[in-house]
Structures are given as structure tokens and as C-alpha cells.
């Protein structure tokens, strides 16, 4: 009896602590395991803003192409990091290309976490238009 409440206890936290993951993808239009591979900063008045470039190692939700280009606004140093760690990034999309929404965007690319982006991505309605973490 007691094995199977530490298996309800365990699978109740790592239903919790994937949960962020789950709701950035179900609310996004993008979402895909990339490699940063450089940015360019633009000073804009006490934030800065960064158009980053990266290769996409795998789409999980969205098409592109091997290479993506995208927007971040973040605060005056706070610059992206061209770790050599591929992430899963979720990502908005406007008329001017795509764009990071914030934090809560990014997540360690771990076998894991790939399985639970794209089992998320696969049963979501592909004509979905209303995303939260987008502004409309």
C-alpha cells in the first residue's frame, strides 16, 4: 500500500513539474528543440532587444526550415546564451516574423521533456488561432 502511494505522490509532482512545458506549447504557434547559434543586440531606451539566429535540430510544433530567425526583448544585459545545450524554445509569430513571448519560453531539451512537447503538440487542433502567451 505503501508503494503505491509514493507511485500516486511521483507521478502527481512530475505531472506538476511539467506542466509550464505543457501550457507553453499548447500556447504557442512554434515550438522546436534549436541550437542558439548567434544574435545581434539593439539597444532600445533601458531594455534591449536581440534579433537571435539558430538551427533548428527538431520541429515540434509549426514548420520552418533548418535555420530560424527570431525577436527577444529582454532587460539591458540580460543577453541570450549561446550555450552549446540545444533548448526547447516556444515561440509567438506576428507580421514581422517570430518572436519570444518571455519567460517560461525556454526548457532543458532532455528526452523527456521532448517526449512530453511533442505528445502536447500532437493532440492539439492544427488550426488552433488564439494563443496566450501571444499577445493578440
Same mark, same amino acid.
Given at each position: 500500500?505503501?508503494?503505491?502511494?509514493?507511485?500516486?505522490?511521483?507521478?502527481?509532482?512530475?505531472v506538476?513539474?511539467?506542466?509550464?512545458?505543457?501550457?507553453?506549447v499548447?500556447?504557442?504557434?512554434?515550438?522546436a528543440?534549436?541550437?542558439?547559434?548567434?544574435?545581434?543586440?539593439?539597444?532600445?531606451?533601458?531594455?534591449?532587444?536581440y534579433?537571435?539566429?539558430?538551427?533548428?535540430?527538431?520541429?515540434?510544433?509549426?514548420?520552418?526550415? *533548418?535555420?530560424?530567425?527570431?525577436?527577444?526583448?529582454?532587460?539591458?544585459?540580460?543577453e541570450?546564451?549561446?550555450?552549446?545545450?540545444?533548448?526547447?524554445?516556444?515561440?509567438?509569430?506576428?507580421?514581422?516574423?517570430?518572436?519570444?513571448?518571455?519567460?517560461?519560453?525556454?526548457?532543458?531539451? *532532455?528526452?523527456?521533456? +521532448?517526449?512530453?512537447?511533442?505528445? +502536447?503538440?500532437?493532440h492539439?487542433?492544427?488550426?488552433?488561432?488564439?494563443? *496566450?502567451?501571444?499577445?493578440?
Amino acid at each position: 500500500m505503501k508503494w503505491a502511494l509514493w507511485f500516486v505522490a511521483f507521478i502527481t509532482i512530475e505531472v506538476a513539474a511539467n506542466e509550464p512545458l505543457r501550457i507553453a506549447v499548447s500556447q504557442t504557434p512554434y515550438s522546436a528543440v534549436l541550437q542558439l547559434t548567434s544574435f545581434e543586440e539593439v539597444e532600445q531606451g533601458g531594455d534591449a532587444y536581440y534579433k537571435i539566429q539558430a538551427e533548428v535540430l527538431e520541429d515540434i510544433r509549426g514548420n520552418s526550415s *533548418s535555420h530560424i530567425y527570431f525577436n527577444m526583448h529582454a532587460e539591458m544585459g540580460d543577453e541570450p546564451n549561446l550555450d552549446t545545450a540545444p533548448v526547447i524554445i516556444t515561440l509567438c509569430h506576428d507580421e514581422q516574423g517570430f518572436f519570444w513571448p518571455s519567460t517560461g519560453s525556454e526548457f532543458m531539451a *532532455s528526452k523527456q521533456n +521532448v517526449s512530453i512537447a511533442k505528445d +502536447v503538440a500532437e493532440h492539439l487542433n492544427v488550426k488552433q488561432i488564439s494563443f *496566450s502567451h501571444c499577445p493578440q
